[in-house]
């Protein structure tokens, strides 16, 4: 089946740490988005790819950074820089120029 | 100003209840516009989109645009407790998709 996939599900990071959340496809969809959600927030975009070994950023990208060495992947690092990393992160997926996103399943990160 | 704005509820309405759920936009330019359903934990899912004004009906739900006054909905006839979740409105703005705050409902048997 075809769809976007976000390991792990929960990941705990000490203060201090970098961490790398992964989000891969097999859609054949050129543009990738990570957004994070906040209780309250809704989605606020953290970085977006339309097309491999090119990406922009978002709203909040500040204390992150991305890289998009192949289509189907799309990691997403959180760095020690990012004051309050704790939240639910969503990596999406869409085919350029075309509406309407798939979303990965999500990973939960908390700060210990 | 957001770009899309949501009330983000929560909203509790009892089984078989009709459902409004509204959002407003800043940007006349947007055209496309779209619902996003969102279960605790799991990833948004689209459920409806429409384009421009008008409205568009999909069994249960309906999504309505009104571009004179910025304003979408959606509506869910005889809600189930299955329709609890988060809803998203979003619209298409450059490059990415514009996402309001979600709305928080839940349907009590």
């Not at chain 1, 978002?58 to 760095?79: H, M, N, Q, W």
């Not at chain 2, 770009?3 to 509820?9: A, F, R, Y």
Request: aromatic share 12%; hydrophobic share 30%; charged share 20%.
């Amino acid at each position: 089946d075809g769809g976007i996939t976000q390991s792990p599900k929960y990941l705990f990071r000490k203060e201090g740490q970098n961490v790398t959340l992964s989000c891969e496809q097999n859609l054949n969809h050129d543009a990738m988005y990570w957004y994070r959600q906040d209780p309250g927030q809704g989605l606020r975009l953290i970085y977006y790819s339309q097309i491999v070994n090119d990406f922009q950023k978002g709203d909040i990208a500040e204390g992150y950074s991305v890289s998009r060495e192949k289509k189907e992947s799309f990691p997403l690092t959180v760095t020690s820089a990012q004051k309050n990393p704790t939240a639910f992160y969503l990596c999406a997926s869409s085919p350029t120029g075309l509406l309407g996103y798939t979303f990965g399943s999500g990973t939960r990160l908390t700060v210990v | 100003q957001k770009e899309v704005e949501q009330d983000p509820g929560p909203l509790s309405v009892p089984e078989g209840a009709i459902v409004s759920l509204n959002c407003t936009y800043s940007n006349s330019a947007f055209q496309y516009f779209m619902w996003y359903r969102q279960y605790s934990r799991k990833g948004p899912e689209l459920l409806m989109y429409t384009y421009s004004s008008g409205n568009k009906e999909d069994g249960r739900f309906t999504a309505q645009v009104d571009k004179s006054s910025k304003y979408i909905s959606l509506f869910i006839r005889d809600s189930q407790p299955s329709d609890s979740a988060t809803y998203l409105c979003a619209t298409q703005g450059a490059q990415k998709l514009v996402f309001g705050q979600g709305t928080r409902l839940t349907i009590n048997p």
